[in-house]
């Protein structure tokens, strides 16, 4: 799909139905017939396509009692006002990164992506045997929405850049497009914040409304040509070692289903979840050589005085966040005894068996 394709379908800016004007979920017994949003441009490789297969595997799954229609960005709603829609009853489903949403509830964020935390399998971890999900349950209740993991971008990039940051002085006074804690890490060191959704970035960095941008990694980055643009394209993830896909229920729509149906579309959701974090792993490092090989895209990594002081940041943010009230609390301290076992366990047995991995040279060589 070209770039201009999905630049067409773009989001915040896009012209939409307004949310208060789509009909209200019918509860009719027997086939359901529901609507999902995304905050994605339509066909997008990924996190859009992964949104339409999600909800053809819901159909396969229930012998085609459940269907779901796909809405990309700005057709129905623009992209930030998925959860709203939802929320309101106006739309079933949405599908987007639980961040989008801070302005509702700075905890969300925590399901989204915290810089220096976990990584997409330790978020699973964290889910289902530390207690996070029922914590989203409470926090997205609040909001009449039932959450469930459906995907995940994997490890991202630290995002493109017109000009190298070789130094801390070099953010001061940075315009980049970067969401969630991470923009807020960024402010602290004199850059300038802004959130703006995927179809919109690529004009807004040709024509300098901003001097940077992250947004996922090497496959997604090349579809949108940011490499035309910005040549440096720097490694060092700090804000997303995952960045969590949400299918995010209205909460009387779920419950209007069945104990079977629930459990199918968990299935399934968590089934979209394992295969999209292959697909980004796979994808990425072809896209990332195609960058380089092809594009002369030129990759930088951020020194490390400045990971240094990016994580010291980081850590002031996100506690700031656990200190909005009694529930940001419990998730920051369920979140982070995660994090501290995930790092122990790692410690031991993860990153040896990775340095040892990489001692026979000519080990995996093709016969």
Same mark, same amino acid.
């Given at each position: ?5 999905f630049l ?6 896009s ?8 009909a ?7 086939k ?14 990924g996190?859009?396509?992964r949104?339409?297969? $999600? ?10 009692d459940i269907?779901?229609?796909v ?6 709603v ?15 489903i949405?599908?987007?990164?639980d ?12 399901f989204?992506?915290?810089p $220096? ?6 978020v ?11 914590l989203w ?5 609040q909001?009449n929405?039932?959450p ?17 940051i ?11 497009r970067i ?5 807020e890490?960024l402010?602290r060191l ?5 959130t703006?959704s ?5 004009l807004?960095?040709s024509?300098?409304n901003?001097d940077?941008s992250?947004?996922v ?6 579809? $949108?040509? $940011?490499y ?5 394209y ?7 070692p ?5 299918a ?7 419950e209007?289903?069945s ?6 579309i968990?299935?399934?959701?968590g089934d979209?979840?394992?295969?999209s ?6 994808q ?6 195609t960058?380089?090989d092809?594009h002369?895209?030129?990759l930088?990594?951020?020194?490390p005085?400045?990971?240094k ?7 002031d ?6 200190e909005?009230?009694?529930l ?12 501290k076992n ?23 060589e093709?016969?």
């Amino acid at each position: 799909m070209e770039r201009r394709k999905f630049l067409k379908t773009s989001a915040l800016g896009s012209v939409g139905v307004a949310a208060g004007t789509l009909a209200a979920p019918a509860y009719a017994a027997g086939k359901r017939r529901l609507k999902m949003v995304t905050t994605w441009p339509k066909n997008f490789p990924g996190v859009g396509t992964r949104a339409v297969q $999600f909800a053809k595997d819901v159909e396969a799954a229930t012998d085609g009692d459940i269907k779901i229609k796909v809405y990309a960005a700005g057709e129905l709603v623009p992209a930030l006002g998925a959860f709203d829609a939802v929320s309101g009853g106006k739309a079933d489903i949405y599908h987007g990164v639980d961040y989008y949403w801070q302005g509702k509830h700075k905890a969300f964020s925590f399901f989204g992506a915290v810089p $220096f935390g976990l990584t997409p399998f330790e978020v699973v971890q964290w889910l289902y045997f530390g207690g996070g999900q029922e914590l989203w349950d409470e926090l997205s209740g609040q909001f009449n929405v039932k959450p469930l993991l459906c995907g995940n971008t994997s490890m991202q990039m630290g995002g493109w850049f017109k000009k190298e940051i070789n130094s801390l002085e070099d953010f001061k006074g940075l315009r980049m497009r970067i969401p969630g804690m991470g923009g807020e890490i960024l402010k602290r060191l004199g850059a300038t914040p802004v959130t703006k959704s995927g179809g919109e970035i690529f004009l807004a960095l040709s024509q300098g409304n901003i001097d940077a941008s992250e947004w996922v990694g090497p496959w997604n980055d090349l579809a $949108f040509g $940011f490499y035309k643009i910005a040549p440096y394209y720097y490694t060092s993830v700090f804000h997303e070692p995952a960045a969590n896909v949400a299918a995010g229920f209205n909460k009387e729509v779920w419950e209007s289903l069945s104990k079977s149906q629930q459990a199918i579309i968990t299935a399934v959701a968590g089934d979209n979840h394992q295969k999209s974090v292959a697909e980004y792993n796979a994808q990425n490092i072809i896209a990332l050589r195609t960058l380089v090989d092809k594009h002369g895209v030129q990759l930088r990594q951020f020194s490390p005085e400045i990971m240094k002081r990016l994580a010291e940041v980081a850590s002031d943010v996100v506690r700031e966040v656990g200190e909005t009230d009694e529930l940001s609390r419990r998730i920051y301290n369920s979140y982070m005894e995660t994090r501290k076992n995930c790092m122990d366990w790692a410690e031991i047995a993860d990153e040896p068996y990775a340095a040892a991995r990489r001692l026979p040279e000519n080990y995996g060589e093709k016969i």
